[in-house]
């Protein structure tokens, strides 16, 4: 079954909304910002899982695997959320950080093998 693309970038970004929610409200309600975050992480790992690197280099495979391994880090942060362990705050911070790279480095790699097959 195919999923529109368009529709799976909305799902991703509202889950990711939702990740950036449970955060705040984790201070002023933490039982409703322990299942908004479990909610949030399943829709981003979904959409994760189900969109591989599209090219064929092994930079770009190796940086969706940095972002599989943040999106673990993720659950993490949730489970430890459920147990109030205060080290969610640092899972959480450490994997948006290696989204924010694996996502921007993937897209670099991407466009550079583009560029070298049309050579």
Same mark, same amino acid.
């Given at each position: ?11 991703? $970004? *509202?889950? @990711?909304? +939702? ?8 201070? #002023?309600?933490? /039982? ?34 940095? $972002? *599989?391994? @943040?999106? +673990? ?8 959320? #459920?147990?109030? /362990? ?34």
């Amino acid at each position: 079954m195919k999923i529109n693309p368009k529709l799976k970038n909305v799902f991703f $970004q *509202i889950s @990711a909304l +939702l990740i950036l929610l449970a955060a705040i409200i984790f201070y #002023f309600d933490t /039982i409703i910002a322990k299942y908004i975050m479990v909610v949030g992480v399943v829709g981003f790992a979904a959409t994760t899982f189900t969109t591989p690197y599209p090219g064929k280099g092994l930079r770009g495979k190796r940086l969706f695997n940095i $972002q *599989i391994f @943040a999106v +673990l880090l993720m659950a993490v942060s949730a489970f430890l959320m #459920f147990k109030n /362990i205060s080290g969610w705050v640092v899972t959480l911070l450490i994997a948006a950080l290696l989204t924010l790279y694996a996502t921007i480095a993937m897209s670099i790699a991407y466009k550079n093998e583009q560029e070298q097959e049309n050579k």
